[in-house]
């Protein structure tokens, strides 16, 4: 357990559902992140929020919408989907963003989505 | 474009044997931080391995050392005494500013 929690663990979805991943980190950290993590892809990363602000949005297509409403919690919220978007979603956590970027980012356990 | 290679999808070795797994990167920036991650079949990431990259000192923890080569972008992992629970996928990463740059992945299976 590293302090970062996800739910829901797995997720099947229709692709006219609309459903929200969650992220809680009790680390007292001040950065999120949101990856996504495809079969023999290197991770991809999708948004970064640093104390609550969105600091990047690696051309993420508007059918991900994230929400970072405090510094411990931050919410994917997912439509209209497609296949391809199936992957294993991860959320991550570190102290500061930032120059060298020297500080640790401690992961959780994901979402493994899958779109149908 | 600044990219992370792992030349080795997959990687095999006999328990308490020594495996070394390999990473180049390209990066113009001379300040920056490379990591080795684990994932095992829980999929919880776990930090393995850090080294700065102005220092010349290869880090070390405990079974876990690299060979940072600076010059030639190299960072390899090397696993002493391989144990069952080393079974994972490995991740070799850079920082570049606020993120993390990633390699595919290297996994790792132990033999008994």
């Known amino acids: 357990e590293t302090g970062v929690t996800q739910t829901p663990r797995h997720l099947v979805m229709g692709m006219t559902n609309k459903k929200s991943l969650k992220c809680e980190q009790h680390l007292g950290h001040n950065a999120m992140y949101w990856y996504k993590q495809s079969a023999k892809k290197p991770l991809e990363l999708m948004f970064v929020?640093?104390?609550?602000?969105?600091?990047e949005n690696n051309s993420v297509p508007s059918r991900f919408s994230p929400e970072c409403p405090n510094s411990s919690h931050l919410f994917l919220h997912l439509h209209t989907l497609q296949p391809e978007d199936s992957a294993l979603y991860l959320c991550?956590?570190?102290?500061?963003?930032?120059?060298?970027?020297?500080?640790?980012?401690?992961f959780g356990q994901g979402t493994r989505l899958t779109v149908v | 474009a600044q990219t992370v290679t792992q030349s080795q999808p997959e990687m095999s070795v006999q328990e308490a044997e020594t495996v070394t797994l390999s990473c180049t990167y390209d990066t113009s920036e001379s300040d920056y931080y490379l990591f080795w991650y684990k994932q095992p079949p829980s999929r919880q990431m776990i930090l393995v391995i850090r080294q700065e990259a102005y220092k010349q000192q290869n880090a070390t923890e405990n079974r876990f050392s690299v060979n940072f080569q600076k010059a030639a972008k190299s960072f390899s992992l090397k696993i002493s005494d391989s144990q069952l629970g080393d079974a994972a996928m490995y991740f070799c990463?850079?920082?570049?500013?606020?993120?993390?740059?990633w390699g595919a992945g290297t996994k790792l299976i132990i033999k008994p």
């Open positions: 991550a956590s570190s102290q500061a963003t930032g120059g060298a970027g020297n500080t640790e980012a401690f």
């Open positions: 929020y640093n104390f609550k602000e969105q600091t």
């Open positions: 990463a850079y920082t570049s500013n606020y993120q993390l740059i």
